[in-house]
C-alpha cells in the first residue's frame, strides 16, 4: 500500500495481463457478522483484508468471539450463537458502514434480551452519516438507544444494560431511500429475535419509500440463505422472516472478489489499448455470474464500448469502440460502481449523464460533489444536481493534484484520468484512502499497465561514499513511493559473488583481460533480488555481507571495469518502473539515465564523512577506526573519480548539494522542494 502524502501517476500508454481481485468488502463484512452471530466455527476463505473488514473484526473480537487466522485470507470465526459472552463494549469502527449499521441492529437486539449496553462510535466521517431511521426502527420494537453525539448520527449507545421486553408482534416500519443498510442491518440481525417466546416470532419487515440499491439486499438475502435463514420477500416492500429462524454454519465460505473493485478493471479494459502481446485485461475472482449487483457495471461498461467476456470467476476486457460511446444511464442498481463510469465519461464521444445517484451525498463523502470538483480540475464540463451529474469530456485536458475525500474509489476512479491523450501525470493525494477495500490497487493497477520510458520519472543521487547518498535517495523513494536503485549494491554483489567463487578482485588481477571478462560475465548473470527486507544473492540473504568495508572496497575496485560497468547497465534499467525511481551510485545522473528530471549530486566534507560512516558502523556493535576510515574514503574517492569509465563527477545538470552541516530532513526537503519546482503541472488550481 502506498502511504505517501501523494502519488504521481505518469502518463499512462496500454494495458494488459491479469490482476486479482480482493475479496468483496460487502461480502466479507457480512459474512463475518453471521459467521459470529451463527453457533460453531466457520471457515472464512479469500477474505477481504482491508480498514472495514479490521475494524468488523476488532469489533467481533472485542464481542467475544474467537478468530484464527489461518493463512492470507483464510480464517475461522467461531461465532457467540445468539449468546451474548460479553455485555459492554466501546467499538470504534472507522468509517464501515458496513461494520456501524449491521452491529448496531445486532448489538440493540442482543442487548435488549439479554442485558447489556455497547457504545459504537467512529471517524468524524463516520458521525456525519445518518443512521437515524435505522435508529427509529429499533426504538419502534422497544430497543433502548440513545445518541452520544448528534441526533440522528453515531455515535450511540445501545441497550441499558437490563433485559427489556421487545414488541415483534407488529411490522417494523424502515425507510429505503437513504441507506439499504438500514434494511440489511435488519434482515441480518431480526433472526436473533425470531426464536423469542414459545413458538418463536414471525418478524414482518415493511419497507416505507422507494427501496434503493436494492442488489445489496440480494447479498444480505443470498448470505442469510448460506447460513441457514431463508427470508421471504413479497415486491421489494415487505420481507418476512420465519419464527424460529437460526444462523447455522455453512462450515466453510469463500467470499468473491469484489465486483466494485472489478469495476476499475473493466473500465481500464475498455480505456487502455491493449499492451503488445496482451489480449487485454483478465479480473480474476468475479465473473458475470457473480451474486454482487455491481458485477452490473459490466452491461454499463459495455454500451460505452467496452468488449467484455466471462468465465466462471473471470472476466476478460478489451478495448472496443474509441472513443467511449457516451451514456445516459440510471445507475440506482450500481451505485458504487458508477462512480466509474464518470471517469469513462472522460474519454466519451459526447457528454455523458449518471442519474439516480442520491445515495452519492451520503457515502464515504459527497460523492457527487467530490467527482464534479475532480473531473473540473481534468478540464471536463460538468453540472451537478440533487441526484444527478452529467460530465462533458475535456476538450483540452489539465491536470492538478486529485484530493481525495478519504474516500477509497476517488482515488481508484482518477487513477484512470492518467490515460488522457494529452500525456499529462495524474497526482492521486493521499492514496492510502484505497486501503477501506483495496489496498493494493495501485500495485496492481502498475503491474499490469505500461508507460513510455521516458515518461517514468527517475530522482538520481550521486555522490562519493558516505556522503548519505543512500539514506537520502532511500528517504525520497519512501516519500514518493518510487521504486529505490542503490546500483552501489549491485557492484558490491559482484565483489561477494567473485570472492564466493574465490575469484581474487585485487587490482593487479583485474588488469587480466580474461580475469575481467570472467567478472564481467558474472556481473551479466547476477542472481539477485530485492525485497523490502533483504538482499539475496544465489538465494542466499547477504544484506550484512553487502554492506561491509570489504564489499564497498571491492566494489570500487570491480567497478573500475569497463565491462562490468557495461554488463549491469541493462539491470540498472530494469529498475525503472512505475510509478517512478529513486536511483543513488555515482553514474546515475551522468551514464546510467542523463534524461533523468531531477539529478541531485551530494557530497559533504570527507572529514565529516569519515565520522559519519564511524557512528554508524559502531551504532551496529562493529568496531572502527576514524582515522582508517578517513584514508579509506579517500582512497575509494580517489579512485571512483579518476577511473576512466563513467567516473564520479557531478553531471552538467546536477543540483549540488553539500550537506556537511544539514541534517538528513534538511536534504531531503531540500531534494523535494527541487522535484516539486520541476513539477509545475500540478500547481494547485
Ligand atoms: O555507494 P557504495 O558505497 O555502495 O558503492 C560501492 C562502490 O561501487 C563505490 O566505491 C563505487 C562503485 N559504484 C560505482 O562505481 N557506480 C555506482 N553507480 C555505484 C557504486
Not at 632 to 657: F, G, V, W
Request: proline share 5%.
Amino acid at each position: 500500500m502506498y502511504s505517501t502524502a501523494f502519488l504521481d501517476i505518469p502518463p499512462l500508454l496500454s494495458a494488459g495481463g491479469t490482476v486479482s481481485l480482493p475479496g468483496s468488502k460487502s461480502i466479507s463484512n457480512r459474512v463475518l457478522l453471521l459467521a459470529a452471530l451463527s453457533m460453531g466455527a466457520t471457515d472464512v476463505k479469500d477474505l477481504l483484508d482491508s480498514d472495514d473488514t479490521r475494524v468488523m473484526l476488532d469489533a467481533l473480537r472485542q464481542l467475544g468471539c474467537t478468530i484464527q487466522h489461518r493463512g492470507e485470507g483464510h480464517l475461522t470465526v467461531t461465532g457467540i450463537g445468539g449468546k451474548l459472552p460479553v455485555t459492554n463494549a466501546k467499538l470504534f469502527l472507522g468509517n464501515a458502514g458496513t461494520a456501524m449499521r449491521p452491529l448496531t441492529a445486532a448489538l440493540a437486539l442482543l442487548a435488549s434480551v439479554h442485558g447489556g449496553r455497547f457504545e459504537l462510535s467512529g471517524i468524524a466521517r463516520m458521525h456525519e452519516r445518518p443512521i437515524g431511521d435505522l435508529v427509529e426502527a429499533l426504538r419502534s420494537l422497544g430497543c433502548p438507544v440513545e445518541y452520544l453525539g448528534n441526533e440522528g448520527y453515531p455515535p450511540l449507545a445501545v441497550g441499558n444494560g437490563t433485559p427489556v421486553a421487545l414488541t415483534l408482534d407488529k411490522p417494523i416500519k424502515v425507510r429505503g431511500d437513504v441507506s439499504s443498510q438500514f434494511l440489511t442491518a435488519l434482515l441480518l440481525a431480526l433472526p436473533l429475535v425470531s426464536s423469542l417466546g414459545d413458538k418463536g416470532q414471525t418478524i414482518k419487515i415493511d419497507v416505507v419509500g422507494e427501496l434503493i440499491s436494492r442488489p445489496y439486499i440480494e447479498i444480505t438475502l443470498k448470505l442469510l440463505s448460506r447460513f441457514g435463514v431463508n427470508i421471504e420477500r413479497k415486491d421489494w416492500s415487505r420481507f418476512v422472516i420465519s419464527a424460529g429462524s437460526r444462523y447455522l454454519s455453512p462450515g466453510e465460505i469463500p467470499v468473491e472478489g469484489d465486483a466494485s473493485s472489478a469495476s476499475y478493471f473493466v473500465a481500464l479494459g475498455a480505456i487502455a489499448p491493449a499492451t503488445p502481446g496482451y489480449d487485454g485485461v483478465t479480473i480474476e475472482g468475479v465473473g458475470l455470474s457473480s451474486i454482487q449487483g455491481d458485477i452490473r457495471f459490466v452491461e454499463a461498461a459495455q454500451a460505452m464500448g467496452a468488449e467484455v467476456t466471462s468465465e466462471a470467476n473471470r472476466l476478460h476486457v478489451r478495448r472496443g469502440q474509441w472513443p467511449l460511446k457516451a451514456i445516459d444511464l440510471d445507475c440506482n442498481h450500481i451505485p458504487d460502481a458508477a462512480m466509474t463510469l464518470a471517469v469513462m465519461a472522460l474519454y466519451a464521444d459526447g457528454p455523458s449523464t449518471l442519474r439516480n445517484i442520491a445515495s452519492w451525498r451520503v457515502k464515504e463523502t459527497d460523492r457527487i460533489a467530490a467527482m464534479a470538483i475532480e473531473c473540473r480540475k481534468l478540464g471536463a464540463k460538468v453540472e451537478e444536481g440533487d441526484d444527478f451529474i452529467r460530465i462533458t469530456p475535456p476538450t483540452a485536458w489539465s491536470t492538478a493534484p486529485i484530493h481525495t475525500y478519504d474516500d477509497h474509489r476517488v482515488a481508484m476512479c482518477f487513477s484512470l484520468a492518467a490515460f488522457n491523450p494529452a500525456r499529462l501525470p495524474v497526482r492521486i493525494d493521499d492514496p492510502k484512502c484505497v486501503g477501506k477495500t483495496f489496498p493494493d490497487y495501485f500495485e496492481a493497477l502498475f503491474d499490469i499497465c505500461e508507460a513510455r520510458t521516458d515518461d517514468v520519472p527517475v530522482i538520481c543521487v550521486d555522490g562519493p561514499s558516505a556522503s548519505g547518498k543512500g539514506t537520502l535517495a532511500a528517504e525520497l523513494a519512501t516519500r514518493l513511493g518510487y521504486h529505490l536503485l542503490d546500483s552501489g549494491a549491485l557492484y558490491r554483489l559482484v565483489g561477494i559473488a567473485a570472492q564466493k567463487r574465490q575469484w581474487s578482485t585485487e587490482e593487479a588481477d583485474l588488469q587480466h583481460e580474461a580475469h575481467a571478462a570472467q567478472i564481467a560475465e558474472l556481473a551479466a548473470n547476477l542472481d539477485v533480488r530485492f525485497t523490502a527486507e533483504a538482499i539475496f544473492l544465489d538465494n542466499e540473504d547477504v544484506s550484512e555481507a553487502v554492506r561491509s568495508e570489504a564489499a564497498g572496497m571491492a566494489a570500487s575496485r570491480v567497478s573500475s571495469l569497463p565491462e562490468v560497468r557495461k554488463a549491469l547497465f541493462d539491470l540498472q534499467h530494469q529498475f525503472r518502473q512505475l510509478p517512478g525511481l529513486v536511483a543513488d551510485g555515482r553514474d546515475m545522473g551522468t551514464t546510467i539515465f542523463p534524461n533523468a528530471p531531477l539529478k541531485v549530486y551530494l557530497t559533504a566534507d570527507a572529514r565529516q564523512r569519515a565520522e559519519r560512516r564511524h557512528k554508524q558502523l559502531i551504532s551496529k556493535g562493529i568496531s572502527a577506526n576514524i582515522d582508517s576510515l578517513y584514508a579509506d574514503l579517500l582512497a575509494r574517492d580517489k579512485r571512483d573519480s579518476s577511473r576512466q569509465h563513467a567516473p564520479l563527477k557531478p553531471a552538467e545538470d546536477a543540483e549540488l548539494l553539500d550537506n556537511s552541516s544539514m541534517t538528513i530532513e534538511d536534504s531531503v526537503e531540500q531534494v523535494m522542494r527541487w522535484w516539486q519546482s520541476r513539477q509545475q503541472v500540478f500547481a494547485s488550481k
